[in-house]
């Protein structure tokens, strides 16, 4: 799989063992009052999509105090139908707005056919079966996803706690090339 290439400001990489914490609105004013020492924070993608909202103007406030990592729980990296193509230009233009240090989702599915009704989102993290093709179909989508972003995605294997009947491969060899 082709790595986009990566321009990063400076002031939003990483150290290499930095320690940050999942932010959650909760705690928005404590961490903004009290700036502790924190390598990064990390939000949930969709929940500041919206570019003008008063938790995007949070988000740009923690910007500029910490890296910022965006994990997202709707890409559904792992879906035979493809990635939505609006919730993907939402990211992107998140992405383009915040200049994250780093951007992650799930290798799960969520998107199915259902018929006349077209595509629906299951709004759940389900996990995939571990096979050559399903590998294929999320490779194909997390190549999609960081050409549209112009970076490399994380992806984050799902907890299952059932096996599917036809996988082919243990979980630690299920990984993108």
């Given at each position: ?8 400001p400076s002031s ?107 595509v629906v989102h ?34 984050e294997n799902l ?19």
């Amino acid at each position: 799989m082709r790595t986009p290439e990566m321009t990063m400001p400076s002031s939003n990489r990483l150290a290499p063992m930095a320690a940050g914490i999942g932010l959650r609105h909760a705690h928005y004013a404590r961490v903004a009052r009290e700036r502790p020492e924190l390598g990064f924070v990390e939000v949930h993608s969709e929940n500041f999509f919206c570019p003008d909202d008063a938790a995007a103007q949070v988000l740009r406030h923690m910007r500029g105090l910490y890296p910022v990592s965006l994990h997202g729980v709707g890409l559904a990296l792992g879906s035979a139908c493809g990635v939505d193509g609006r919730h993907l230009e939402r990211l992107a233009a998140l992405v383009e707005r915040i200049e994250p240090a780093r951007v992650s989702d799930h290798a799960c599915f969520a998107r199915a056919p259902l018929g006349a009704r077209g595509v629906v989102h299951a709004n759940d993290l389900l996990p995939v079966a571990f096979t050559h093709a399903q590998l294929r179909v999320l490779e194909s989508n997390v190549q999609q996803v960081q050409e549209r972003l112009r970076r490399p995605i994380l992806v984050e294997n799902l907890s299952s706690y059932i096996e599917f009947g036809d996988c082919e491969m243990p979980e630690p060899e299920f990984s993108p090339s």
